[in-house]
């Protein structure tokens, strides 16, 4: 599922046309229902913005990625169920390394 804000709705339906199968509720859904959505869901996985915020006051497992110009010490979401993914380029993010902190993927398997 796809959530955040209306400015988020142009990244969601490039995010929509690789992924058809994900739901995008981007700025269509009031903030208290996006504190629900992360109470609810198995993790979170997003840049330094106010959703991911949420997710890891709601205690949901977080996955933040951040580049260069980013300091997630100071800017990035926070928790015990936060993990903080750094690269120069979010693009040299690559997918099996998120997995991998998710646990759905082993080093092994890659």
């Not at 199968?21 to 993790?43: E, S, Y």
């Not at 951040?66 to 979401?77: E, F, H, I, K, L």
């Amino acid at each position: 599922m796809l959530v955040g804000f209306i400015e988020q709705t142009e990244l969601a339906e490039l995010i929509c046309q690789r992924c058809p199968d994900a739901i995008d509720i981007t700025g269509k859904a009031p903030l208290i229902d996006t504190v629900f959505l992360t109470w609810a869901a198995a993790a979170a996985v997003g840049g330094e913005c106010a959703v991911m915020h949420i997710a890891a006051i709601a205690n949901c497992r977080c996955i933040g990625l951040c580049a260069r110009g980013s300091d997630p010490a100071v800017s990035g979401p926070r928790g015990q169920r936060v993990q903080i993914l750094n690269r120069p380029r979010l693009n040299e993010i690559i997918t099996h390394e998120i997995l991998i902190l998710l646990g759905d993927l082993t080093p092994d398997d890659v």
